[in-house]
């Protein structure tokens, strides 16, 4: 697993009531996929970490990246190749 405990626990606190385990599980499997195809994956996570803390409402973020596919995935190499 790629994914570290603290972007772990962070999703997890964040939806916790709000998803379904299942769908927690699929968010859980899209971020370590995308992350594992990243050289950096510390420094892409440590983006992602950032970017998720900037979202008012991360459980509706991830809620909508359930219904669109290649939402998640996108803005997750979009975050690799940045700065931000």
């Known amino acids: 697993m790629v994914l570290s405990d603290?972007?772990?626990?962070?999703?997890?606190?964040?939806?916790?009531?709000?998803?379904?385990?299942?769908?927690?599980?699929?968010?859980?499997?899209?971020?370590?996929?995308?992350?594992?195809?990243?050289?950096?994956?510390?420094?892409?996570?440590?983006n992602v970490m950032r970017l998720f803390n900037s979202i008012f409402s991360l459980s509706q973020f991830l809620k909508d990246a359930l219904v669109y596919s290649h939402f998640l995935p996108s803005i997750i190499r979009i975050v690799a190749n940045s700065n931000y």
Do not use: C, P, Y
């Open 6 to 46: 603290a972007l772990f626990n962070q999703i997890v606190k964040q939806t916790i009531g709000i998803l379904e385990k299942r769908d927690i599980d699929k968010i859980i499997k899209i971020i370590n996929h995308e992350l594992s195809q990243n050289a950096s994956s510390k420094e892409t996570e440590t």
